[in-house]
């Protein structure tokens, strides 16, 4: 089947994109507003884009709450969604108002970040502490603006909790990374394989 997205006629139930580009990361964005106001909340559109520097961005479908927070403190902290915490990251992403602490909504340790005014997950096996780099609203192809915000980060520290640490690696077998599949699925990454990249002939 082929069918063009400004049409959107591909026949099925639900729109197939999201379950294309799978699975996806999830950046679970911790936040502080400039009112003092706390904020946890998932987003999929998160990934990593460099290593030097370390650079992160979620992307918010308009301007949330973390969005919001991130714009007036220039800090975020993204913490790393296992299959323990499943259940609570998805509480955290109920529509609630401005100010509720979803920390204490979804049961959650909520710690306060080392470098940055921003709170994170206690019981996230590993934190990412970021500062703002850019915030970008993307255009489409005719130039008006989409309906999303990048988000993008520089890391500037990192917690790990040294159970998921095996023989000077992160094991993804103890770890069980959360990543979000199409529609209302989800997956577990503790099934690992390794390839190791090809070598240049001499």
Not at 47 to 74: C, I, Y
Not at 142 to 171: C, K, T
């Amino acid at each position: 089947m082929f069918y063009t997205t400004d049409s959107n006629r591909h026949g099925l139930a639900h729109d197939p994109f999201k379950a294309i580009v799978s699975p996806r990361p999830i950046g679970w964005i911790g936040s502080k507003g400039r009112d003092g106001s706390i904020n946890l909340a998932p987003y999929s559109f998160f990934n990593a884009v460099a290593d030097r520097p370390k650079l992160v961005m979620f992307s918010s479908a308009g301007k949330k709450h973390s969005q919001r927070n991130a714009a007036e403190t220039g800090v975020f902290t993204c913490n790393f969604v296992s299959r323990n915490l499943a259940e609570k990251m998805n509480l955290s992403s109920a529509p609630l108002p401005y100010g509720t602490n979803e920390f204490e909504f979804a049961g959650l340790t909520q710690k306060q970040a080392e470098l940055i005014d921003a709170p994170y997950v206690g019981e996230a096996f590993a934190v990412l502490e970021c500062r703002v780099t850019e915030i970008i609203e993307p255009k489409t192809l005719s130039g008006a603006p989409s309906e999303n915000v990048l988000i993008f980060g520089e890391v500037v520290g990192i917690h790990i909790d040294e159970a998921i640490v095996r023989d000077g690696r992160l094991d993804m077998a103890i770890a069980r990374p959360v990543a979000r599949m199409g529609y209302m699925d989800y997956s577990e990454g503790s099934d690992v394989f390794e390839m190791l990249r090809p070598r240049a002939e001499a």
